[in-house]
């Protein structure tokens, strides 16, 4: 699993528990963010799920500009291994913050089967750890959350003394993947900061199944080939993919599928199939935080899909470059399955500007550093 405080603070994560989620562990995944001192945070209890608000205290009077930022916590982890990222993000914005500018609060919720959601530990490990319906599992886990968190947008309003101005979203490992789906189905989530996400889960599990040694990846020659639509993948997993995954949503409209399809050149017809898709992400904002060691989610399997949206919205040669999308794609070569240090400087850095309302300086390009 990503992380380590599931069964450790369980015990924390009910609406009226007095232990801050600052006590908690910090995350296996989040290295960076020890020592990090606590902010405001109120626990809600919103349709039956628990909600922990962080920042309330900290908005300045007479702000009528407010983001909130969600923020989806790795496998394994719970909504309280969020409250660091949640007490940095204030604090890189907080003290830059000019009058007038927008102000910010963060929100975590439990992923679905996790932390106060918790109904079957098996169903959140591996195929290596034991549970033959990974492959589903974590899908459905995850493109839950993500229906979750259009849901609680939807409510939040009511039990806040505002209502916020715009939604966007931040998502470490488990998170990023659900993170990458708001994108594309939640027309109110404006931006997002997908850290050691992927937006492929086909080629994502295909690796990891070839890794675990799972029989019906390894039957074949190339390993992988006939993985798609056996058990272990079955069909209805491949259709659930084809609606919400993006390369799924994406790759899946073009003519060919041979493994290969990023390299493919779009002919007219299938530019007019994609572009009432690609639409969703008009005028969105995306930054991509990955790391260049990660043997649980390698870069490699967003890389093809990575490339080609960036070559679609490319300001210069992109056939999707007028509807405002912007993409940073940035590898910490150093880094393992974490959220390092140069991640979390990389992700204030660009909130920061977003929030500010300061212009693009990605280029759409990737910057491996």
């Known amino acids: 699993m990503a992380g380590g405080s599931t069964f450790t603070w369980k015990h924390a994560l009910k609406l009226h528990s007095t232990l801050s989620p ?17 902010v405001s945070w109120k626990r809600m209890n919103i349709t039956g799920l628990l909600v922990t608000v962080y920042g309330l205290d900290e908005i300045p009077e007479h702000s009528d500009d407010i983001v909130c930022l969600w923020l989806l916590h790795g496998r394994g982890d719970t909504q309280d291994s969020m409250a660091y990222c949640a007490a940095a993000f204030l604090k890189a914005w907080n003290p830059r913050r000019h009058h007038g500018q927008k102000s ?34 974590m899908f459905n886990t995850y493109s839950g959350t993500a229906l979750d968190v259009s849901h609680l947008i939807t409510h939040l309003p009511a039990y806040l003394p505002f209502t916020p101005g715009e939604h966007i979203c931040c998502g470490v490992s488990l998170g990023g993947h659900a993170t990458w789906q708001l994108l594309l189905s939640e027309p109110r989530i404006r931006a997002g900061i997908i850290v050691i996400g992927c937006p492929d889960y086909t080629r994502l599990m295909t690796d990891r199944a070839i890794r675990s040694k799972v029989s019906s990846a390894m039957n074949s020659e190339p390993p992988g080939r006939y993985f798609a639509g056996s058990t272990d993948f079955p069909p209805p997993l491949l259709e659930a993919i084809e609606r919400y995954d993006p390369a799924g949503l994406l790759l899946g409209e073009l003519d060919i599928v041979t493994g290969d399809d990023d390299l493919h050149e779009l002919s007219d017809p299938e530019k ?17 935080l990955s790391a260049g060691n990660d043997k649980l989610v390698p870069y490699a399997q ?46 204030e850095r660009w909130l920061c500007d977003y929030l500010a309302g300061d212009k693009d300086s990605s280029g759409n390009g990737i910057s491996k550093l």
Request: aromatic fraction near 8%.
């Open 104 to 137: 910010l609060i963060c929100v975590a919720i439990d992923h679905r089967n996790h932390g106060s959601r918790m109904v079957d530990n098996r169903a959140n490990v591996s195929w290596k750890q034991g549970n033959p319906t990974h492959g589903s599992d």
């Open 22 to 38: 600052f006590d908690s562990p910090v995350p296996m995944t989040h290295p960076a963010f020890a020592g990090l001192e606590s």
């Open 272 to 288: 007019n199939r994609l572009r009432p898709i690609m639409k969703r992400l008009t005028g969105k904002k995306i930054i991509c």
């Open 302 to 347: 967003s890389e093809p899909f990575l490339t080609w949206l960036k070559r679609a919205v490319d300001k210069d040669s992109g056939w999707f470059n007028d509807e405002g999308v912007e993409l940073e794609d940035i590898v910490d070569s150093n880094a393992r399955h974490e959220f390092s240090g140069l991640m979390r400087k990389e992700a």
